[in-house]
């Protein structure tokens, strides 16, 4: 057996005023460790958008929108660059909650969480969230929630339209502006579906949890092809990739950022090879994970490839 | 300001032989790092066991049942130590297959993942599973929905409890048996999910995604004290969180074994404290995370504080 | 091309008064992820214990002495389970201070470190040292370099065994009595290296850099066999690697414990296959990481051992 | 007890052609997590560099010259924003190597390290470096080797000195032009310290281990301030912070770019802060850590900063 190797490993260099797109060229010539998987992984996200014949998934995790990340996530749905938006409940809680002009803050982990709690502040690690937002949020939830005509049934995709159609910013907005369906199979885990459990004591409507599936299963089949990004692991991770179960084919172009690690054998830190086993991804899919921390490589990934598109 | 500081650290000792409660003792003569947090979490887990009054909750995250850990958590089930479970669908879908009688195997991360999955072996780290589990899976998941009466509505802790009642053996078995409510807020996001899509095109059973959330906050609130035990993070330790926010008073009690880490700002790697701000743990609460791998974490911390409860 | 799978994942039990070993025993037959890897790690420290004919190193890394580890190392050292060990600075400085009998205390992290600075305290991560434990420390190391003769070169081995010499307790003392080498290769960077700065302003001795890689490569070229148990990686791991790059074969058996990942492309936490590449193990070397906190990791992984060899 | 909390977090927004500086000022609106920690990383980064009375150290470790971040460094020294520079041995052995004009490889960490041996392949993740590297680096080291009068003693900055002078491009060489010193405390754990030893079985030129740390503490003695920028942790960052526990003062500005966590304990991982309670930092000192890979964050925060110095 002989191995062939590749290039020559170019020392990266750097210049004042460079762009982002060639920051990332530069990490391409270095082609080493996450630094070469991110120039990588904006050669597969740049061909994914390229491809007019894929369907182009997105799945958000962690505390993006907390941290600042949901506006690049807007700006790629009015863009066109994502057709199905699978997210947590956290994010979209956090998304309505900036829509209706509350805010988040700059804070810091070093700090009494007890005493936090008596001022009445949430924390997300830096991040602080007054309690005033909740009670504005729940103003707006219980009125969204309260035109649901009683004795019936609603989906959870309708159920986030339904909010979306009232609001005029942020990722929700986007969705229904551009057409693009948002599920979020545990909405039940999010204040989104805290405020749910309140209107339903008095209230009877349906939520049906397999209400999306089949418009979702119907995507993937029609779809000639199928690429992914994934901002973190977890359900919005599993639910996009086991999508592709059902058809005959798996995802043709995979991206994934994530802080977790592939040997504690969990999906979020899973490597997308291993989804290959699955059948998830073809056998020839263009695939790469990117470990970090999303709030750093999802605008690098997300600035080069436009660079790339419109630049 | 004036520090106090504690004991004086003593080197750990071993000997041939010891138990696993002697061990943790050293960790904790120790003190330092996540051994010295393992001891703490010993401490709180035994003080929470031992409170008669205090409701306990157990969230699984991570592929814990392929990797062997599922056995403790259904035997924490039969000893009485777990009032609620929630789950990834993922947990409970491992557990179906090994209750069937399927087996997952001891394999290698080292591999070629296209032609494992054309040899018909998915993947999870370094533990294999054959296709076959699922072609037995899909026989018994069909038949377990198809005893559902058509145009009904089922929750779905009772469509877990309809499974559970088929087993002989596992968590659903133990749960069914000692009658401890299953949740699992995102199981569209499983192979159970995809079986029911499956049967959904043919039947009209509707699962109404909110229609345990009643039975689990009078859980709460009929409580005095709580604790919870997290494996992992994700929807179980959430939904387990957000539980106790419609209660007056949050968790009295918490230990969370995690390999993800704080600063990345998603909520599987957040420290216990964090939670404090929200007012999901007491201010006074006995918390505390250890950061590692929990087929390592898990046996150790169980096998010590069932030694000092019943050794 | 056809996969062989190794035997059926057994989901682990644990019971009260259970030994470690059993505990270990219980990893191996669930076999996943890290708790597999460390079952796997007893296997071969196991064996590299039995082999008569290997030569022993231990690298120790890491902050190890402070949390409580360094008892574990003197204990193998006592028991002729280590022929050479190579070690930080920062290991033997915090060995001296505890051999001279000043104390590291149980501290925490959620503490200002500036107002720990005015306090006159010194913190690694939640373990607290006062600096008198450093005024007792200075007496004691000038008091040992003022023994060595003026105008004399000694090495490093030499002069760590000049300070185990003169100890009662702890890793010095132990090699000294069981005429173990310990190797430091970046002495200057700990505290004994700034005693040494301090003494050597008013003396002329040399401490020859490379005093002792004879002696060590002397010792490699030896032996029939080699094995390596690492603590951490850094320089002691690297030290050991690559002094066996001078003979004709590599190491035989390895076992590494590390909390860093290998993605990153830095040696501490890059996996033992890699060092096959570079030819520091054989190509049928028995070797495994077991990625975690040495904490837990080292304690466990030595109980075990020691029972298979002793109980 | 009142807390205060900071601007809203904006939604990052990138846009097409956008420089690295507006990025990174994007991180800073969002302000969340390691990116709003890089963010930051810029502003104390420019400061030190703009105060022209600080002295600027440089740690150096990490398998950053195989991964393409060499040119960086050297680029850095040029430009007169390193005033001292610590490394790891290997590092500088690896700038050597390209240096004399060998190549590094980009390769892949999916292979067989034992047949990649047989190759005459050595493997630093997904970076190759055949064997002929280092027999051009054998023939070049003990040219310069042989240069040092017999019987003579030189310390490891001298050592490193002789070894610049002889190169034409690469860190050593920017070094020596730029009258910057390099130390390397760990000499002996490299391939530089392997061709000593090989040297030194035919010549007695004695490598002072503690030769060049009188310069070192002078420096810092001399310097109004001080800062720090840390690549990776090891060696070269105790180092560089242990060289003020002799003055009066610690360090003014310090920026650590690290992929280790702080809860294992070991210095690699720690926070600045810590460092802060051993007075290595003062009380006012503006630091900041940001965890994730080098390779992708030392890039963006170099160019970032010289946007605003030069830009």
């Known amino acids: 057996m002989t191995f062939k190797y590749g290039d020559a490993v170019q020392q990266a260099r750097v210049r004042p005023g460079m762009t982002v797109g060639e920051l990332v060229d530069e990490f391409g010539k270095a082609g080493a460790y996450n630094g070469g998987s991110l120039w990588q992984a904006v050669n597969i996200y740049e061909r994914m958008l390229r491809d007019e014949e894929a369907l182009k998934f997105f799945g958000l995790s962690g505390a993006m929108v907390p941290g600042g990340m949901g506006g690049i996530v807007a700006d790629l749905i009015q863009r066109g660059h ?17 829509a209706i002009g509350c805010h988040h803050y700059h804070g810091t982990p070093e700090v009494s969480d007890a005493e936090l709690c008596e001022e009445g502040i949430n924390r997300i690690y830096n991040i602080f969230l007054p309690n005033e ?23 959870i995709a309708e159920l986030l339209n339904q909010i979306g159609n009232r609001l005029g910013s942020g990722i929700l907005a986007a969705a229904v502006e551009a ?32 209400g999306d ?5 119907d995507l993937c089949f029609e779809a000639e092809r199928a690429g992914a990004m994934f901002v973190g692991g977890g359900v919005p991770k599993n639910y996009i990739l086991q999508s592709k179960l059902m058809t005959e084919s798996g995802f043709d172009y995979a991206v994934q950022l994530t802080g977790d690690r592939p040997d504690l054998g969990g999906l979020s830190g899973a490597t ?24 750093i490589n999802l605008p690098l990934l997300v600035a080069a490839t436009l660079e790339r598109l419109e630049g």
């Open 213 to 217: 599936m089949h418009e979702l299963i």
């Open 133 to 155: 937002a909740f009670i504005r949020f729940e103003e707006f939830m219980q009125d969204v929630y309260s035109s649901f005509p009683e004795d019936s049934t609603v989906s």
């Open 82 to 98: 994502i057709d199905v938006l699978v997210s947590t409940g956290a994010n979209l809680t956090h998304d309505i909650i900036e």
């Open 272 to 295: 997308l090879d291993e989804a290959r086993s699955w059948g998830k991804l073809t056998r020839e899919a263009r695939a790469v994970t990117v470990y970090g921390d999303a709030t």
């Open 179 to 210: 057409g693009v369906p948002v599920y979020c199979p545990a909405i039940q885990d999010s204040m989104i579906g805290l405020q749910y459990w309140l209107f339903s004591q008095t209230h009877n409507v349906v939520v049906d949890a397999f």
